[in-house]
């Protein structure tokens, strides 16, 4: 005998739940508060308000001394050495760009001009080696082919680098490249026409020096946090500034929890202002012979606003056969704003 296929009959109860409203403000309050303290500590950290033995902020002496596992280098009496600051990520030295060009120089038999060129002072990086590379492209012309020579000399007279050209042979590239070039004063530079009698007419050139300064590339001067640099378009900004972390400071406080309770308000003002529209047409269904539990699966159907979702919740629960006084209560402590539950009560 062929057994009988019972069919199952599901049915999705979707019950009145308990109000998460304030849960939620509990939750996003918990999370604000702690991001708000977080960046109130990062900036007062940074700020110079909490003294240190070294004279460091304390933000960079803990998070590096972490980095680098030496805590005495960075929690120490005396200021990190340079070459403490580059083993730690954060304050490392980055190059910048220094350009030297001039006017051209004209009628040159030997002509020589003193430059200074800035950085690090090699007894102040505890032994690390800082290269400063130096390029310098130039362009001498004459009236003649001569010899002429282009050269780099220290304040002691002593020749760096130098090249040697010829006016006459295009293939000419006037270029010297030194690998470093130590931070000092009085360097020369200096043009001599190899011939006693032509002198170079014009002479022109662009140097350029990448050069350490000793401060990390995410401090200023004054040894505060200002974080790295991003360029958008001819914008560049320090999103991580240590000034920032004090607006971030109120906006964590203040802003998440008020912005969600007002969303809240938001929707109550919505549901109060469509309320009265459905308490008319449910007395209209009522007076026209219905029964309030066939006049509120009626209004099921309209266009409600933030009401929508409530009044499909109250056909649902009066389909399955509950008591229309109980819907009409639970729906009052679902919605639980003041002009509903003053007009059900």
Not at 112 to 136: I, R, S, W, Y
Not at 174 to 183: F, W, Y
Not at 279 to 289: Q, V
Request: aromatic fraction near 12%.
């Amino acid at each position: 005998m062929a057994r009988k296929k019972k069919n199952k009959i599901v049915v999705n109860l979707d019950l009145p739940k308990d109000d998460s409203t304030m849960t939620k403000l509990y939750g996003i309050l918990f999370v604000s508060i702690l991001l708000g303290m977080t960046t109130a500590v990062v900036w007062a950290t940074n700020s110079g308000f909490i003294p240190t033995a070294n004279g460091e902020p304390m933000f960079t002496n803990v998070a590096c001394g972490i980095i680098t596992g030496d805590n005495e280098a960075f929690n120490g009496n005396s200021k990190p050495t340079y070459a403490q600051n580059q083993s730690c990520s954060l304050l490392q030295d980055s190059p910048d760009i220094v350009t030297w060009s001039d006017e051209p120089w004209e009628d040159i038999l030997f002509r020589g001009k003193n430059f200074d060129v800035p950085g690090v002072d090699p007894q102040a990086t505890g032994g690390e080696v800082v290269l400063q590379p130096l390029t310098m492209t130039c362009d001498a012309e004459a009236s003649e082919p001569i010899i002429y020579t282009v050269a780099i000399r220290n304040r002691y007279g002593e020749m760096l680098d130098y090249y040697q050209g010829n006016t006459g042979v295009s293939s000419d590239q006037c270029l010297i490249e030194l690998n470093s070039i130590d931070a000092g004063n009085r360097y020369e530079l200096i043009v001599k026409s190899e011939s006693e009698t032509v002198p170079v007419s014009q002479f022109t050139f662009n140097m350029e020096i990448e050069y350490f300064d000793g401060v990390p590339a995410n401090m200023n001067n004054k040894s505060l946090w200002i974080g790295p640099e991003y360029s958008f378009g001819p914008l560049s900004v320090h999103p991580t500034i240590f000034l920032n972390f004090f607006g971030l400071m109120f906006f964590f406080f203040l802003w998440p929890a008020s912005f969600y309770w007002e969303g809240v308000e938001n929707r109550k003002n919505e549901i109060e202002e469509k309320f009265p529209d459905f308490l008319r047409d449910l007395a209209e269904y009522w007076k026209g012979g219905l029964s309030m539990t066939v006049a509120v699966q009626t209004l099921a159907t309209s266009e409600y606003g933030a009401l929508n979702d409530e009044v499909k919740k109250m056909s649902d629960q009066l389909s399955w056969g509950i008591k229309f006084s109980d819907v009409i209560l639970q729906f009052a402590e679902r919605v639980g704003t003041p002009l509903v539950k003053r007009a059900i009560s």
